[in-house]
């Protein structure tokens, strides 16, 4: 299965929603907490081509981007697409 990495912050409500979709989704991740953390958050920002809003989402180093964008790719079907190749 694809990585996904999710950066968030602790009090972020639309963090939390996008973590629990992938809970509910049953897909795995890695979340990076940018609270207090400069070096983090600079990094997030760099990946996401300036975006400084959490949360930040990228699946195999691709930029996804917050929880609207990852909502529309499950709507459509391209979010199962991307993590669940065809064998």
């Given at each position: 299965m694809a990585r996904i990495e999710i950066y968030t912050e602790s009090a972020c409500t639309i963090c939390r929603r996008a973590v629990l979709m992938l809970d509910e989704l049953g897909f795995a991740y890695d979340e990076i907490s940018v609270d207090?953390?400069?070096?983090r958050r600079s990094?997030?920002?760099?990946r996401s081509v300036g975006r400084r809003n959490v949360p930040q989402i990228f699946i195999e180093d691709q930029?996804?981007?917050s929880l609207d964008e990852l909502m529309a790719m499950e709507e459509t079907g391209e979010l199962r697409n991307l993590l669940e190749p065809a064998a």
């Open positions: 207090g953390d400069k070096a990094e997030m920002v760099m930029h996804i981007g």
